[in-house]
């Protein structure tokens, strides 16, 4: 079975870093649009980025630009979320998905999705 699996969450103080890790379980990820989203306590699941797995495409949403960078390592089919200068605002849990997408930061989109990983920065 084809399976997204997130890693990396944790708590730090706000200014500090983390990085995410999405591992994909089959080669064929390779061929799909690689995204996070998040889920913040009584919110719903907003987008945050989103890499296309050639690599010549990303996008990110305009809460984490210039501080959220996401990465593909196509020889580990691992997907990277590197978060610097973290925020209170931050604190969600966050999720990987995979799929055929066309637009990068719709939600419907994605086929595959991984159980998620807490992010929670401190103040």
């Known amino acids: 079975q084809v399976q997204l699996v997130e890693s990396g969450g944790g708590l730090v103080q706000a200014g500090g870093s983390l990085r995410l890790s999405c591992a994909a379980s089959?080669?064929?990820?390779?061929?799909?649009?690689m995204g996070w989203f998040r889920q913040a306590p009584g919110k719903e699941r907003e987008f945050v980025a989103a890499?296309?797995?050639?690599?010549?495409?990303?996008y990110y949403a305009d809460a984490v630009k210039g501080r959220f960078t996401i990465s593909r390592d196509t020889a580990a089919i691992t997907a990277y979320l590197q978060m610097n200068s973290l925020k209170p605002e931050d604190t969600a849990v966050y999720y990987c998905?995979?799929?055929?997408?066309?637009?990068?930061?719709?939600?419907?989109?994605?086929?595959?999705w991984g159980q998620g990983t807490q992010v929670t920065v401190s103040s």
């Open positions: 089959a080669r064929t990820f390779t061929r799909y649009v």
């Open positions: 998905a995979a799929g055929n997408v066309w637009i990068m930061s719709k939600e419907l989109e994605y086929d595959y």
């Open positions: 890499i296309r797995w050639s690599g010549e495409s990303t």
